[in-house]
């Protein structure tokens, strides 16, 4: 091969692994049933949405799942980072540039509905012996600024938490939306009316998808314009219901 074909050659394979390197990669964590792994695969609504909207975007991004808490300590230390799905919160504003509404949600405490000390009020439940949820995250960050000096955060994920619940190891959790409550009855074969949803709403907003504050604002901006289509063609409205069949709570 002669000298200037292969000095070609070589430069065609380093950009070729340059462009590689800085390609965008898209993170999420185990979070029914927005984003979560079934038979091996990653699914979930939020992950439906993300995969309609590089469909659109003509995007191919890596999509990795990752142990709870690590993505979004991804998002915060790697460059060209995108992560789903995040509560867009005041103190997160500034951190990172933002694409959505993909869905609303409220957080509410859940009991057994054959206890016979139903709760009912915010001051019973902060008085209330054990509310369990997750060991780190936003909901015990939420409750701890509530001022409930009684949580128990011992749950790793979600689906302890029921288990602890049918256990008799808990008497109030708290950590799923009403979608993920009926994902986890559905998985956990939780019979209709077993579940009773503490009328105390402890937290409400949207979820999103986050980029690293260093993404192009062109590449936001098409993602954004993308999530608007689906918006307005019904898909999002169809990904959503699909993931939020009543269970009869």
Same mark, same amino acid.
């Given at each position: 091969m002669k000298p200037s074909i292969l000095t070609a050659a070589l430069l065609c394979l380093l950009l070729g692994t340059a462009a590689r390197a800085e390609q965008y990669r898209v993170?999420?964590?185990?979070?029914?049933?927005?984003?979560?792994?079934?038979?091996?695969?990653?699914?979930?609504?939020?992950?439906?949405?993300v995969r309609g909207i590089m469909a659109l975007t003509g995007d191919d991004f890596a999509m990795v799942l990752l142990p709870s808490m690590r993505s979004l300590h991804v998002l915060d230390t790697r460059t060209k980072t995108i992560m789903y799905t995040l509560f867009r919160t005041a103190e997160r504003e500034a951190l990172y540039k933002w694409v959505g509404p993909i869905v609303e949600e409220s957080i509410y405490p859940y009991q057994l509905a054959s206890t016979r000390q139903p709760v009912n009020t915010l001051e019973q439940l902060l008085h209330a012996p054990r509310v369990t949820t997750r060991h780190a995250g936003l909901i015990p960050e939420t409750l701890q600024s509530q001022g409930f000096g009684n949580l128990e955060k011992s749950a790793t994920e979600? *689906?302890? @938490? %029921? +288990?602890?619940? #049918?256990?008799?190891?808990?008497?109030?959790?708290?950590? =799923?939306?009403?979608?993920?409550?009926?994902?986890?009855?559905?998985?956990?074969?939780?019979?209709?009316?077993?579940?009773?949803?503490?009328? *105390?709403? @402890? %937290? +409400?907003?949207? #979820?999103?998808?986050?980029f690293s504050p260093d993404?192009? =604002?062109?590449?936001?901006?098409?993602?954004?314009n993308a999530?608007?289509?689906?918006?307005?063609?019904?898909?999002?409205?169809?990904?959503?219901?699909?993931?939020? +069949?009543p269970v009869g709570l």
């Open positions: 993170v999420t964590e185990e979070w029914a049933p927005y984003n979560y792994q079934e038979n091996n695969q990653l699914t979930g609504m939020a992950t439906e949405v979600s *689906v302890q @938490l %029921y +288990r602890m619940l #049918l256990a008799g190891r808990t008497d109030i959790i708290v950590g =799923d939306t009403a979608a993920g409550v009926a994902y986890y009855s559905r998985q956990l074969k939780i019979a209709p009316g077993t579940l009773r949803q503490i009328p *105390v709403e @402890l %937290y +409400r907003s949207s #979820l999103y998808i986050a993404s192009d =604002d062109r590449l936001v901006a098409n993602w954004a999530l608007e289509q689906l918006r307005h063609s019904g898909e999002l409205k169809r990904i959503q219901d699909r993931y939020s +069949r």
